[in-house]
C-alpha cells in the first residue's frame, strides 16, 4: 500500500466506536483507532511540585479544578502564558474558545503525573551544550529577513508545539490522532495541520543526507510494545534547538481497552548533556478528525514581515 492510500484510508474512515483491546492478525496488541493526548499536565514540573513528580487523585482534583476556573476567567485580551503560547497575548487574535488542552493531569503507571519529563527526575529539560543555546536562540522567531526563515508551524507547514513529533506533545488544541496499521506499515493521522507520519515496519534509515520535517520513522516490536525509531530529520526542524544528530525513541503500548501509553527519549549529544524522556498516555476518544484549516499563505505574514522592515526604518532614521 503506497503513503497516499494509507493517507487516504484515513481520512475516509468515519466515527469510531471506542476501540475494543483486541489482537492484530499477527499477535501484537492492536493500537488503531482515535485517540487524545489533552493534559493539564505541562512538559516541565511547575515550581510548586517541585518535590512531587506524583499527585494522589485528590490532589490532582484540585489541582484541576484551579486550573479549569483559571482558563474560564481569561479573555482574549488579557496577558496570560496560554495565550502567549498561542501567539495571542494582549491581541485578541485568540480567546478561551481556541483552547481545548484538556481537564485533566495526564496519567502514567496509574498516577497523576506534574510533568510529562519522568527522566531527569526533576521533571526539567537538561541543561543545553553551548551548540544547544545557539541553536534555540536561531530557530527563527526573532528572524524576519525572508518568509523562509519564519518557523514551518508559523507557515502552516508543521504544527506547532511538536505535535506531530516526534516527540509527540500535546498542545493548546486539536490533540487528536488517528492510527492505522498494517504489518509493513503505521500511519499517524495527526489532527493538528493534518500531519501524517508513517512508520515502516522493520527498515532501514535511508543515508544521512536524506532528510525529513517528521524524520524517518523505523518501527519494530518487543512483545506487545511498538518502539519506533526516527532520525535523519531536516535542518528546518529544532526540537528546542535539536540538531541534524537528533534521535527519538518512541514506545506506544496498549495497557487498557482506552489507553496507550506512550512513552519518548530525546537523545541529542550536541544540544542536550543527556537524552531525556517524556511519558502520558493517549486515551480513546470518538471521531471522527476533522480536517484542519490552517493552510501555507498565511495572511499574517505580510504584516510580521511588513512590521519588520517598518522597525528597521524607524531603526534607521534614528
Known amino acids: 500500500m503506497t503513503h497516499r492510500a494509507f493517507i487516504l484510508l484515513a481520512l475516509v474512515v468515519s466515527v469510531l466506536p471506542l476501540p475494543a483491546q483486541t489482537r492484530t492478525p499477527d499477535g501484537h496488541l492492536d493500537l488503531e483507532g482515535i485517540w487524545t493526548n489533552a493534559t493539564v499536565t505541562p512538559l516541565e514540573r511547575p515550581p510548586q511540585f517541585a518535590a512531587k513528580p506524583t499527585l494522589t487523585d485528590a490532589e ?14 481569561v479573555d482574549g485580551k488579557s496577558e496570560h502564558p496560554l495565550l502567549a503560547a498561542a501567539g495571542s497575548n494582549g491581541t485578541g487574535g485568540y480567546n478561551i474558545l481556541f483552547i481545548d488542552r484538556g481537564s485533566e493531569l495526564t496519567r502514567v503507571d496509574g498516577v497523576k503525573r506534574t510533568s510529562l519529563i519522568i527522566d531527569p527526575p526533576d521533571g526539567k529539560i537538561p541543561p543545553l551544550t553551548a551548540e544547544g543555546r545557539k541553536n534555540f536562540r536561531m530557530e527563527g522567531f526573532g528572524r ?8 514551518l508551524s508559523e507557515r502552516c507547514l508543521l504544527g506547532f508545539g511538536s505535535t506531530a513529533g516526534p516527540p509527540m506533545l500535546p498542545v493548546l488544541y486539536n490533540n487528536n490522532y488517528q492510527i492505522v496499521e498494517t504489518p509493513d506499515y503505521v500511519m499517524i493521522l495527526v489532527e493538528m495541520v493534518h500531519d501524517a507520519r508513517i512508520i515502516r515496519m522493520h527498515g532501514q534509515h535511508p543515508d544521512s543526507s536524506v532528510r525529513f520535517w517528521l524524520g524517518d520513522s523505523v518501527g519494530h516490536w518487543e512483545g506487545d510494545t511498538l518502539v519506533v ?25 496498549r495497557t487498557a481497552p482506552n489507553m496507550i501509553e506512550y512513552r519518548a527519549t530525546i537523545d541529542d549529544p550536541t544540544v542536550f548533556t543527556k537524552p531525556w524522556t517524556i511519558a502520558y498516555s493517549f486515551n480513546a476518544t470518538k471521531g471522527p478528525i476533522y480536517e484542519y484549516a490552517c493552510h501555507e499563505g498565511n495572511y499574517a505574514e505580510a504584516d510580521i514581515l511588513g512590521g519588520a522592515r517598518k522597525r528597521d526604518t524607524a531603526a534607521a532614521q534614528k
Not at 490532582?60 to 484551579?66: G, L, P, S, T
Not at 526540537?239 to 527519538?248: C, I
Open 229 to 253: 525509531e526516527t532520525t535523519n530529520f531536516s535542518k528546518q526542524v529544532r526540537f528546542h534547538g535539536s540538531s541534524e544528530h537528533l534521535r527519538v525513541i518512541e514506545r506506544f503500548t
Open 144 to 151: 524576519f529577513d525572508s518568509i523562509k526563515d519564519r518557523p
Open 60 to 73: 490532582a482534583a484540585v489541582f484541576e479544578k484551579q486550573s479549569a476556573a483559571e482558563l474560564a476567567s
